[in-house]
């Protein structure tokens, strides 16, 4: 659940959103703001996973714990860019973050990249709020 500071829009003017995300939140207070680059999936070790949806649940967890290390949560993202290498991913990826994110819905956006590794098969950035 996202504090009371941030707020979602998504006005009925607009093509609904596809998936669980807002059109829109806006931050009507802050104290900090994080931006957390693109995460990878790689664990600490440097090794990668094998296979999309193990990446995709390792590069979340990346963002998890950034996130924990500013005493953040899911609760605090507001914008999160993830950048997939097939658009065969997409369902999957749409699944994991829903399983990562839970109730909470951030602005998204998703694009189809080549990323700088070739064993990368997907990187996720976002913007954290309190």
Not at 86 to 91: L, T
Not at 93 to 121: C, Y
Request: proline share 6%; with cysteine; glycine share 6%.
């Amino acid at each position: 659940m996202p504090p009371a500071h941030i707020v979602s829009h998504n006005p009925a003017t607009v093509s609904p959103p596809v998936g669980s995300y807002s059109l829109g939140l806006e931050v009507t207070q802050h104290r900090r703001l994080l931006f957390i680059s693109g995460q990878v999936p790689e664990r600490s070790d440097g090794t990668v996973p094998e296979g999309f949806e193990a990446q995709c649940e390792q590069a979340w967890r990346n963002v998890m714990k950034v996130l924990a290390s500013a005493g953040l949560g899911v609760g605090h993202l507001v914008k999160v860019t993830t950048f997939l290498t097939d658009r065969a991913q997409v369902a999957t990826n749409r699944i994991i973050r829903r399983k990562m994110l839970g109730d909470h819905q951030p602005a998204l956006t998703a694009v189809i990249v080549e990323t700088v590794d070739s064993k990368w098969l997907l990187e996720i950035e976002a913007i954290a709020a309190e």
